[in-house]
């Protein structure tokens, strides 16, 4: 059965810090790995990671792929109290996405 | 104004009721998904549907039904069946099931009583 844990489950940090969230995953017929952010409601798409090794960044915002060892983490630097929210991450695998538990960040001022 | 639209917000009901939450999308895509959130957890997946008349069970499926007569709307109706109906649902679509991220609508929030 696909399994997808992430870690840590929550975290409290101080603005301005940098922050790795980790996902690894166990999914039969991988095609991708996705990473979302959820603050009150729909979670929001960040990225989307097919290929092993290359790091995908957005702003502040950065992640990468190991599929080797089965694992994507998540960076976030410089961060902001409006990163604060819950970090989804999901594996898909033939027809369907399998989402982890979520890391719940809070950044405070 | 292209998106997924769930409704409504906030729903209440009494247990032994059935219920029928809306999800529409005018983004054309063919793929459409339900899951469930409940506190402190990630989202399971209770149906799905690739096409138009097709629609597959997820991990949770017991005690929910869905159709999918229009390309553009998957209702979800939560049975009498459901041991535990009261969370968070939403509704998220994609273009196809092959390698495409999933956009998702606002939720709809369920309290059975």
């Known amino acids: 059965e696909d399994k997808v844990v992430q870690s840590p489950l929550s975290l409290v940090v101080h603005e301005g810090d940098t922050v790795t969230l980790n996902c690894s995953y166990e999914v039969t017929n991988f095609r991708s790995l996705l990473w979302y952010k959820q603050e009150k409601k729909a979670p929001t798409f960040l990225f989307m990671l097919t290929s092993s090794g290359i790091e995908k960044k957005s702003g502040r915002l950065s992640s990468i792929l190991d599929k080797k060892e089965l694992f994507s983490i998540l960076n976030i630097t410089a961060t902001q109290t409006g990163d604060s929210a819950v970090y989804l991450c999901?594996?898909?695998?033939?027809?369907?996405?399998?989402f982890g538990q979520g890391t719940r960040l809070t950044i405070n001022p | 104004d292209g998106g997924i639209t769930q409704s409504p917000k906030y729903l209440f009901r009494k247990e032994g009721q059935n219920v029928t939450l809306s999800c529409e999308q005018n983004l054309n895509h063919d793929a459409m998904y339900w899951y469930r959130q409940d506190p402190g957890q990630g989202l399971r997946l209770i149906y799905y549907?690739?096409?138009?008349?097709?629609?597959q069970k997820g991990d949770i499926a017991e005690g929910y039904s869905v159709s999918r007569e229009k390309k553009e709307s998957f209702p979800l109706t939560v049975t009498s069946a459901q041991k535990n109906p009261t969370a968070f649902y939403l509704c998220?679509?994609?273009?196809?099931?092959?390698?495409?991220?999933?956009?998702f609508g606002p939720g709809t929030r369920l309290t059975v009583t």
């Open positions: 549907s690739q096409i138009v008349n097709d629609f």
């Open positions: 999901a594996d898909q695998g033939a027809q369907k996405l399998v």
């Open positions: 998220a679509s994609s273009a196809g099931t092959g390698v495409y991220e999933q956009y």
